[in-house]
Nanobody, 128 residues
Framework: QVQLVESGGGSVQAGGSLSLSCATSGYTISRNCIGWFRQAPGKEREGVAALHTGTESTYYADSMKGRLLISRDSAKNTVYLQMNSVKPEDTAMYYC?????????????????????WGQGTQVTVSS
């Protein structure tokens, strides 16, 4: 059973940076997509970054392109999301997820329907 545990969230001022981590266990090779999603109060959950583990390709939401970096350390079974130049509208609960997708990270973000496992989330709050 895949388990995902996020950490690194917190409060940060606009323009600052934050690094989120997602420790994984029970991960199987069939789950070739890793993604970060976010959900703000009253809004739908949306993908912000994805990584295809077969090709190491990455893809980012247009709203955050140039401000995010998704990466992983296979030896530590950990996935990271580096957030730079954060804005108040980035305030949300951030979730990491794994799933199977031939296209995620290569051509687009992972869809919610492709997710097999979710983490519990970590809160990011950006103040102006």
């Amino acid at each position: 059973q895949v388990q995902l545990v996020e950490s690194g969230g917190g409060s940060v001022q606009a323009g600052g940076s934050l690094s989120l981590s997602c420790a994984t266990s029970g991960y199987t090779i069939s789950r070739n997509c890793i993604g970060w999603f976010r959900q703000a109060p009253g809004k739908e959950r949306e993908g912000v970054a994805a990584l295809h583990t077969g090709t190491e390709s990455t893809y980012y939401a247009d709203s955050m392109k140039g401000r995010l970096l998704i990466s992983r350390d296979s030896a530590k079974n950990t996935v990271y999301l580096q957030m730079n130049s954060v804005k108040p509208e980035d305030t949300a609960m951030y979730y990491c997820a794994v799933g199977g997708s031939a296209f995620c990270g290569r051509y687009r973000l992972m869809t919610i329907g492709e997710v097999d496992s979710w983490g519990q989330g970590t809160q990011v709050t950006v103040s102006s």
